[in-house]
């Protein structure tokens, strides 16, 4: 009797392991995604406070209704831009960014974020555009990064050669990182897009990309633009 007690216990033991891991695979990212989005909509609940209590959805409706804030937000980031691309509006963002470049580490700090910003946001250029395979940390190890830009002339001129500026973001947070300077002939450029990239990323790998790229290119000096 105790033999196929045996036998039969870590079956069953493996099988309640399988359906428990199965179900922590649907759960988890919708936990994770709701638990985020109830994040960002909290946070942006907070515009609600540059309106009169009296205004306020709360006091109108008497119930809080979550959202109202993401569209206050939304309306808000919209008339900025409204403003900002007539005479009066450039003028006003002059200014003000002629006061914040008096102030010692706001100016630094105002000043990065606003490249960044500016990199990221824009369809200009080539940044954020192409997805790299770099030999990082050491030779024999290889990175993902992203291509920022590789417009370096002093840089290149430096080096002797011509140089990438790659940002190579941590896993699983992408929002942070550090770059580094490549040689062209030394990047591979991958058929990966972008968002495949992120995700393979914040998954730790485990979200590896499609199969459909036939493989990466080496990114030839030539290709400079």
């Not at 709360?58 to 939304?74: E, N, Q, S």
């Not at 200009?124 to 990064?145: A, C, D, M, Q, T």
């Not at 979200?207 to 790229?213: E, R, T």
């Amino acid at each position: 009797m105790n033999g196929p007690q045996t036998v039969q216990r870590p079956k069953f033991i493996r099988a309640l392991r399988r359906y428990l891991i199965n179900g922590l695979l649907i759960w988890v990212p919708v936990l994770v995604t709701v638990l985020v989005v109830r994040f960002i909509l909290q946070l942006m609940d907070q515009t609600l406070l540059v309106l009169p209590s009296s205004l306020r959805p709360d006091t109108l409706l008497g119930l809080h209704v979550p959202g109202f804030g993401a569209i206050l937000g939304l309306l808000i980031v919209m008339l900025t831009g409204l403003l900002v691309t007539n005479f009066i509006g450039r003028a006003l963002v002059a200014v003000g960014e002629e006061v914040l470049e008096r102030i010692p580490f706001v100016r630094a700090l105002y000043s990065g974020v606003k490249s960044f910003s500016e990199t990221v946001l824009s369809n200009s250029g080539n940044s954020f555009k192409k997805v790299l395979l770099v030999e990082y940390p050491r030779p024999g190890l290889w990175s993902i990064g992203f291509q920022t830009t590789d417009h370096l002339p002093e840089i290149s001129s430096r080096l002797g050669a011509p140089q990438v500026c790659v940002f190579i973001p941590t896993t699983p947070n992408p929002t942070s990182g550090f770059i580094v300077f490549v040689p062209h002939s030394q990047c591979i450029e991958l058929d990966m897009h972008v968002d495949a990239a992120m995700k393979f990323i914040v998954t730790l790998g485990v979200v590896g990309p499609s199969a459909n790229a036939a493989g990466g290119h080496a990114v030839s000096p030539g290709s400079q633009g």
